[in-house]
């Protein structure tokens, strides 16, 4: 069994100090990647502390990410909570890990829910060597109604919802890099249509799992297992090439 180290670390980020948690296995140079929870989450996400655990006993480190205004890092919620700002926060964090010298070359990504959008929208920019998402919308709008309805928008400023701030897929290929979709077909937040688009529009290496009555927290613990086995798989293969 791998020693794990888990390192506090700070990621300087738009005047903030972002928070994050680093688990590195004890071997020269690992893979790394990086997670983005929830909107409304934090690194603390249960999903996220059990896939570090999973991938740095296969030698790949993670990242556990405060987005600004969430757990520990600095920021308020409401004020600094968009979508631009939290794909800010993943680039700082891709950009840090970077400049650090005890990892190798090879990052994936994985978010939940719109933190799927974030890293799925950061790979597009940027390919990775593997992005896994969780939840992910793949539009802005639906979204935005699903937090009026539910009155949660009142947790967020009007900048969060302002047209500028929104996300859609872009009209090209999502040349992202491997990517594995999760999402559950009874999602009462974002609709598994949204998993099965990024899918279909993904330009592969592409594979996806349809969660039969999946919750959008992924409540089920069957439906946790066969994330946590095959995640860590899709991972240990296009980053350790096993």
Same mark, same amino acid.
């Given at each position: ?37 929830? =909107?409304?989450?934090? @690194? ?6 059990? #896939? *570090? /655990?999973? %991938?740095? $006993?296969? +030698? ?70 593997? =992005?896994?998402?969780? @939840? ?6 639906? #979204? *935005? /109604?699903? %937090?009026? $309805?539910? +009155? ?86 296009? %980053?350790?090439?096993?």
């Amino acid at each position: 069994m791998k020693t794990i180290k888990t390192l506090e670390i700070e990621i300087p980020v738009d005047g903030l100090v972002l928070s994050a948690f680093l688990h590195m296995p004890d071997v020269p140079a690992p893979p790394l990647v990086i997670g983005c929870h929830g =909107l409304f989450a934090d @690194a603390e996400s249960p999903k996220q502390k059990a #896939l *570090a /655990g999973a %991938l740095a $006993s296969k +030698g790949i480190a993670f990242l556990r990410l405060d987005h600004r205004g969430c757990g520990k890092s600095g920021g308020d919620f409401k004020r600094d909570t968009t979508f631009p700002a939290r794909l800010g926060d993943l680039k700082a964090a891709r950009a840090a890990m970077k400049a650090r010298g005890d990892l190798g070359g090879m990052v994936g990504l994985f978010g939940s829910s719109m933190g799927g959008a974030v890293c799925l929208s950061s790979a597009f920019n940027d390919p990775v060597a593997a =992005l896994c998402i969780y @939840a992910a919308p793949a539009h802005f709008a639906p #979204l *935005a /109604g699903v %937090l009026r $309805s539910s +009155g949660d928008d009142k947790r967020l400023s009007p900048r969060f919802f302002a047209p500028e701030n929104a996300f859609d897929l872009p009209d090209d290929p999502l040349e992202t890099g491997p990517i594995l979709v999760f999402h559950g077909d009874r999602d009462q937040v974002v609709p598994v249509a949204h998993g099965r688009e990024i899918y279909e529009r993904a330009a592969g290496p592409k594979s996806i799992e349809i969660f039969e009555g999946g919750d959008h927290p992924m409540n089920d613990p069957g439906h946790q297992a066969l994330f946590l086995e095959r995640a860590t798989a899709f991972f240990n293969r296009y %980053l350790n090439g096993l």
